[in-house]
């Protein structure tokens, strides 16, 4: 999972990156709201940790701006890091929509525990079902954790979620623009083909097996080998 980090304290920031790689997480970060932002709606991170106090504004404003998205963007799980602790910031904070806070100084291992319950409360509530299979592809999405032949598979939540996609629609051409809008576009951004062409290929070498054929100027099918 690609977590981004918000956090203008170099220390801290390089601490909890750090920490949260030494766990899988894959880690942007940043220290300026602005910058912040502009990674969120490229990198498409699976949860923020943001500070309440940065350079260039409000933590709070961000993360209402956040909720006011279109689209499922809008419900990434947010974690909020802040130096008050008086009971009226933290209202203010989850009131914004923030999922949790927590006050400076944690203990990283708390904040883990905070991250994980956050981002499993999220995927409870819109991920209904637990397994999706195709031959010998097991697809767990309460853990967004893929197997082939019992063996966990190394895949990037990108490319778990083009696979899910891809399960969802078997024996189906899919249209390449309708993938890329699933995958990477719901806000109705421009993102280039070539995105979607490069993870595919990635995606077909963990396969091992030719789960995905081509079918020319026009997008994939996904054969079932069931």
């Not at 904070?93 to 944690?106: M, V």
């Not at 891809?166 to 189906?172: I, S």
Request: aromatic share 8%.
């Amino acid at each position: 999972m690609k977590i981004l980090i918000i956090e203008d304290d170099p220390g801290l920031n390089r601490g909890i990156s750090f920490a949260l790689e030494q766990d899988g997480y894959e880690i942007i970060n940043t220290k300026t709201l602005k910058d912040g932002f502009l990674l969120f709606e490229n990198e498409n991170p699976d949860a923020i940790l943001l500070d309440l106090n940065l350079p260039d504004g409000d933590g709070i404003a961000f993360c209402k701006k956040i909720r006011q998205l279109p689209g499922a963007k809008s419900q990434i799980p947010i974690l909020m890091l802040t130096a008050r602790d008086m009971e009226t910031d933290e209202i203010m904070g989850l009131t914004s929509g923030a999922d949790d806070y927590i006050t400076k100084p944690f203990s990283v291992s708390i904040l883990k525990i905070r991250l994980r319950n956050i981002i499993e409360r999220k995927l409870s509530k819109t991920e209904p079902e637990s397994t999706m299979t195709s031959g010998e592809i097991v697809l767990d999405l309460k853990t967004c954790r893929a197997f082939c032949q019992g063996q966990e598979m190394d895949l990037s939540m990108t490319e778990f979620r083009l696979l899910r996609y891809f399960l969802e629609n078997k024996n189906q051409v899919l249209l390449k623009e309708q993938i890329l809008q699933h995958i990477w576009d719901t806000d109705g951004n421009y993102v280039e083909e070539n995105t979607l062409s490069v993870n595919i290929s990635r995606l077909r070498k963990k396969l091992g097996q030719n789960y995905i054929r081509t079918i020319q100027g026009i997008g994939y099918l996904w054969e079932d080998k069931a």
